[in-house]
């Protein structure tokens, strides 16, 4: 998965544009704040070669929101964020950053975001501080602004007895918190991170989320963010889109991607086709229609109350069901229902 981005952000020249190159400011008065901070029309991206990894999306994130895309490995995550983030050219559609089209205004497009790419892009011979003080001139963020923005960046990332080291030498999840430090330093009105917390350890990966629900709490910046992991998506984002396949096949709030998937869900294995059984159930009104199987495993949305009569309703229908379990209900079971198919597994 690491080299995957690397490919998609560096693919042939005459398909990319260099997202390194130096940037201006975008004026205020530019895409100004009556603009959706994304609006994405019909986006679509077929790779040469032939793989449609985006087929035609459309979705608006407004200013200050924190916006998740979440799907598995391939869904087309990546491509749409380097579309946004103009390393990627579109297809076909279009897509807004404050009001400024990526394919026809990139630098304005991309002086108005910065985006933490899912592999690290920190000059690893640099030392931290010399990679944000880069970053910030190449953004063309004056010294005098920049100088006290890193000192309060390290002091929020926790990064000030870190920053005057050569980035080689940092750990993974000191990386990727100077990573995002390094995103932020030129005051972004857009923030895309790409798995942000991919290969952390669960104290960093817990220690990020912070700092991201953090940087969210402090005010206008819009937030895009890319996951597999459900939990992030819950507990960071207003608004998800699930992605399969290159396509929205979802988009809302967590909680009302939830709603209408009961309060617990019971789980269980049966022997022999789980699509059979569960059709058996549906026929007989034991499952309701936002049950599901996956191979012999039925994934039932009920109410708490009505799990007892539902197994003895199982039992009737002369079903033998194992590894019977409940639980509350997740944005996982929302994906499955949707796609049939489990988050991180291949599209
Ligand atoms: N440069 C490329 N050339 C051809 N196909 C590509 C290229 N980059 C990505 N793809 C394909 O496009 C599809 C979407 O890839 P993308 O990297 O956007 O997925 P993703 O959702 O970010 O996945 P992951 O969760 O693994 O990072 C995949 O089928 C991938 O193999
Ligand atoms: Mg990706």
């Not at 994405?40 to 994130?61: C, H, M, N, W």
Request: proline fraction near 5%; charged fraction near 20%; aromatic fraction near 4%.
């Amino acid at each position: 998965m690491t080299s995957r981005h690397r490919s998609t952000a560096t693919a042939a020249a005459a398909d990319t544009h260099d997202y390194g190159a130096r940037g201006q400011r975008a004026p205020i008065s530019g895409g100004g704040a009556q603009h959706p901070a994304v609006a994405v029309s019909q986006l679509r991206k077929t790779y040469p070669g032939g793989v449609e990894a985006v087929r035609g999306i459309d979705f608006e994130v407004a200013a200050g929101e924190v916006f998740g895309l979440l799907g598995p490995n391939g869904a087309g995550k990546s491509t749409t964020i380097g579309m946004l983030t103009t390393t990627i050219v579109p297809t076909s559609g279009t897509a807004r950053l404050v009001g400024y089209d990526v394919a026809r205004e990139p630098l304005l497009a991309r002086s108005a975001s910065s985006v933490v790419f899912q592999d690290a892009v920190v000059d690893r011979g640099l030392s931290g501080r010399a990679n944000l003080e880069l970053h910030a001139r190449m953004w063309g963020v004056p010294a005098s602004r920049a100088v006290p923005r890193i000192a309060e960046l390290s002091d929020v990332l926790g990064l000030s007895d870190l920053i005057e080291r050569r980035v080689g030498s940092l750990s993974g999840g000191e990386r990727r918190r100077l990573e995002i430090a390094r995103a932020l330093v030129s005051e972004p009105r857009v923030l895309f991170l790409d798995e942000p917390t991919v290969g952390l350890d669960p104290r960093i990966r817990h220690e990020l989320l912070d700092v991201i629900a953090g940087v969210r709490g402090r005010g206008e910046m819009t937030i895009l963010l890319t996951t597999h992991y459900l939990d992030e998506a819950q507990r960071l984002c207003d608004r998800v889109a699930i992605i399969h396949l290159g396509e929205i096949v979802a988009l809302d709030t967590p909680a009302a991607l939830l709603a209408g998937m009961g309060n617990v869900i019971l789980e269980l294995r049966v022997d022999g086709d789980g699509q059979l059984a569960l059709d058996l159930l549906k026929a007989r009104g034991v499952a309701g229609s936002l049950a599901f199987a996956i191979g012999s495993t039925l994934t039932l949305p009920l109410e708490q109350a009505a799990v007892g009569e539902t197994l003895t309703a199982i039992d009737d229908a002369g079903l033998r069901a194992g590894a019977v379990s409940t639980r509350p209900p997740s944005l996982d079971d929302v994906y499955l229902r949707l796609t049939g198919a489990p988050l991180g597994a291949p599209s």
